[in-house]
Each structure stands twice: as structure tokens, then as C-alpha cells.
């Protein structure tokens, strides 16, 4: 969620409403969510609030979900919910996601 509320990545309710599923340590996701899920565990919810540069950065993205920009240098929070994870880091986290 960008800081004026707007939503702009929701693993329920994009198509297919299907968890994330990606390994740690392979760039395959935010910066922000590798430090935040090497904190979590399995059914963990967490809250997490990422500065633009471990997010988007200085780079317009597009929201998945609405399709619409995510201006630049935008700050997002994130609430993670841990579906499963293995304690090897290069094994696939599973979670949903609501930003």
C-alpha cells in the first residue's frame, strides 16, 4: 500500500488470487521482503514498511492489480502472511501478499 492508502500488489485478488511462491537469495523479489521473510516463519503476519530504494526505487512501475503507475521513489507497506517456508533459504517461500 503506498502511503495515501492506495492498494498496488494483492496476491488475493489479482488473477488467479494465488500465493507468491519464490526462492530467497535470487533477486526474484523486493530487497525489502528477502530482509523482512529471513525474520518470519511459518504462519507468521508481519507488517512491513519498505523505503522507495528496496522496493521500485527510482523506477515507475505498474500496479499488477489495478494497472495503473506506482509513481517513483514510492515508499510501500506491505502485510505478509507466510503460507510455508524451509529454513534452506534457496527453497521456495510461499505468501500472500496485500500492498
Keep these: 500500500m503506498l502511503d495515501d492508502g492506495t492498494v498496488v500488489l494483492d496476491s488475493r485478488n489479482e488473477p488467479g488470487g494465488l500465493p507468491k511462491t519464490f526462492s530467497l537469495g535470487g ?3 523486493f530487497r525489502c521482503w528477502e530482509l523482512a521473510l529471513t525474520q518470519l516463519h511459518k ?8 523505503p522507495a530504494s528496496l ?3 527510482s523506477f515507475e512501475a505498474t500496479s499488477p492489480l489495478s494497472g495503473m503507475p506506482v509513481p ?10 507466510v503460507l510455508d517456508c524451509s529454513v534452506t533459504p ?4 510461499n505468501v500472500m501478499t496485500h500492498a
Design 90 to 93: 534457496t527453497h521456495p517461500v
Design 72 to 81: 517513483k521513489n514510492s515508499p510501500v507497506t506491505f502485510k505478509i502472511e
Design 27 to 29: 533477486k526474484s523479489v
Design 43 to 50: 504462519g507468521a503476519k508481519a507488517r512491513v514498511s519498505c
Design 55 to 57: 522496493v521500485w526505487g
